[in-house]
């Protein structure tokens, strides 16, 4: 190789390898930077946020702090204290204190701390204990030099025991509502058989109540009486009452009805004078 073409190639191999070892310089003083930054939180949020999340979490102060808005809140702390944070932020920070202080108790010490950068937060978790049960306390702030508070909340850590009595309580729920279900559709099904018995039921009409058969009329005893005393035709009489038993049949609509002879009586027979 000709000695004017090997110092070009030499030159290039210096500066590839300046850019490399610049590019490492400043990843690794990024990286102490923001690992400053993360411990800076860490120290920010055990020795400053949760102690005055504890603190107003409590008794009295908690019912104070609901009379302010989240504004007034943010001005008050940054004017005490000198923290920055964001009034909603504190606000529900309370509540969740107030909520998870009822099944962890006070807090008593802490324990180990870590936190990671999540691109414009950092987000800082630390392990606390509490007078009943452990917990955590999550508090995340700006990435910046401000570290401004964005959350804050206190998670109670759930045991082996309670883990697995959630998990049972869950499987029954589950399966109760899946059978619920079953024995529901099962119902309606079966009461779908009934639907065309009824669509196709007819209204039942009553019958009309049959007459009662007419009574029998009692025969009339009828008396034929006589202007002439002493005057005696059987064989007249005979042929009137045979007459009346049969004009008398022959009224009866719903059969011949027997009208015995002896119920017509002939007292006495009228003649009329021809002229």
Known sequence: MAKGTKKP????ACLLLAVLLGGCGREERQSEYEQQKIDQAIQISRDQFIPLFDNLSTGDNAQGI???????????LEQQSGLQVEGEAVKSGI??????????????DFGEA?????????????????????????????????FRLQSAA?????????????????????MG??????????????????????LGAKPQTQAAPKAAPAPAV??????????????????LAAAIVAAIVAYRSAEQADGPAVVPADGFIVRSIRRRSRR
């Open 9 to 12: 190639l030499l030159l290039l």
């Open 66 to 76: 609901e009379d302010y808005t989240g504004e007034e809140l943010a001005y008050m």
């Open 95 to 108: 509540t969740s204190f107030q909520l998870a202080k009822k099944e962890v108790g006070a807090i008593v």
């Open 114 to 146: 870590e936190a990671y950068v999540d691109e414009d937060a950092i987000v800082v978790r630390v392990d606390v204990k509490g007078e009943k049960k452990e917990a955590y306390v999550e508090v995340i702030l700006s990435n910046d030099m401000f």
């Open 154 to 174: 206190l998670n109670p850590v759930s045991t082996l025991g309670e883990k697995l009595e959630r998990a049972a309580l869950d499987t029954v729920i589950g």
């Open 177 to 198: 509502t899946v059978f619920a279900v079953l024995i529901l559709i099962s119902f309606v099904i079966h009461m779908l058989g009934y639907v065309p018995k009824l």
């Open 218 to 235: 009692a025969p009339a005893k009828t008396e034929v009486v006589s202007q002439q005393s002493g005057e005696d035709d059987g064989e």
